[in-house]
């Protein structure tokens, strides 16, 4: 059984790895071997983004071992760099976790103020309780996207719908994903999403009460 | 009036109008291709042999908050697996109908699909609710 590497050794990637390191971390997952240079030798083994995503996730679990210096310190500045290589349209790590939902939150607001036949065929109003799902469903999934992984996504468009339902709808480089949220608490929310060509795709329904980081990090791929 | 029922060709247009809450920075949301009403199994089209992008944007109660966009009907049939039907209706002989479920994944699809004919009039005094 190999001990696992003090987050300190980790954390600064221009130097040596530890001795151990290959072994804590399989190579099939990261390739690293004992003496290597994480920057140097490694890194460009290391820019296919579905690897990265899975390097980055297998890391966070060891660094979750790891007390000697500070285990989210560490993986934010691992988790920092993948993305970087990853290319500009990688997720972005920030400064906080809900920057821009505030925003994003206040603005959609003003959905509450559409009256009945609001489009003029008949549509209903939004309920503040399908609204309020909404959003805690936004802040709740972004919160557990950030201190699970580190990152966070674009904000959705937040849009309503005739029957008074809401969508949530992300469309980003390289992935699309709507979320509809229904007007009664009972049903599930609905999701579809793939990489807009209509391949890789998602589709089922959501327990809006939970968090699902999941898709998220399917998202932010 | 009643209008005889016809067949619509694959390859003629279809006309639908959609609300300025459903248009984000010019593009079409997913959020206009719902049946309405609420658990019909169906939503609205104009078909272009009896309607021009114009005057199904001027039958909207308020055509100012409207735009129009285009879809062709055999890629609603193929890609959706949709029925297009005509259903003419007493001083509208275009009106017709998308019928089947409309998925998220459809709603995607048909967003794709369709083209802009008619944008939203620019008015700096109103505020699209739709956010991003």
Redesign the interface.
């Known amino acids: 059984m190999t001990s696992i590497p003090a987050a300190a050794d980790v954390w600064h990637l221009s130097r040596p790895a530890p001795k151990n390191f290959a072994y804590a971390c399989p190579s099939a997952w990261l390739p690293l071997e004992p003496g290597g240079s994480y920057r140097e030798k490694r890194l460009p083994l290391m820019c296919n983004w579905p690897t990265l995503m899975e390097n980055w996730l297998t890391l966070e679990g060891v660094l979750q071992g790891s007390t000697s210096y500070g285990s989210k310190k560490a993986t934010l500045e691992l988790t920092g760099f993948i993305p970087m290589c990853a290319g500009r349209y990688a997720p972005s790590i920030v400064s906080s976790p809900l920057q821009g939902i505030d925003e994003l939150v206040e603005s959609s607001r003003k959905i509450l103020e559409l009256e009945q036949d609001w489009d003029g065929e008949g549509a209903s109003t939004i309920a503040e309780s399908t609204w309020r799902r909404a959003i805690d469903f936004l802040r709740r999934s972004e919160s557990s996207l950030w201190n699970k992984y580190g990152l966070r996504v674009e904000s959705p468009s937040i849009v309503p719908a005739s029957d008074g339902s809401i969508d949530l709808h992300w469309k980003l480089f390289n992935r699309e994903l709507l979320i509809n949220i229904p007007p009664s608490a009972n049903e599930q929310a609905t999701y579809y999403g793939d990489n807009r060509q209509g391949r890789n795709s998602v589709e089922g329904k959501l327990d809006t009460n939970g968090s699902n980081p999941w898709l998220f990090v399917w998202l932010s791929e | 009036m009643d209008w005889t029922v016809e067949s619509i060709p694959d390859e003629d247009h279809l006309y639908r109008?959609v609300?300025r809450?459903?248009m984000?920075r010019g593009?079409v949301?997913?959020?206009a291709f719902?049946n309405?009403?609420?658990?019909s199994e169906s939503m609205s089209v104009d078909w272009a042999r009896y309607s021009t992008p114009e005057e199904t944007h001027a039958r909207?109660?308020?055509p100012a908050v409207?735009a129009v966009l285009r879809l062709i009907t055999g890629e609603v049939r193929a890609l959706t697996q949709q029925k297009v039907e005509h259903w003419p209706q007493e001083g509208n002989r275009s009106h017709s109908e998308v019928i089947g479920k409309k998925?998220?994944?459809l709603?995607?699809?048909l967003a794709?699909i369709c083209t802009v004919v008619i944008p939203l009039e620019h008015n700096p005094q109103e505020?699209q609710?739709?956010?991003?």
Do not use: D, M
């Open positions: 109008r609300h809450v459903h984000s593009e949301e997913p959020t719902k309405y009403p609420a658990g909207a109660s308020k409207n998925s998220n994944k709603r995607l699809i794709r505020t609710p739709s956010s991003r």
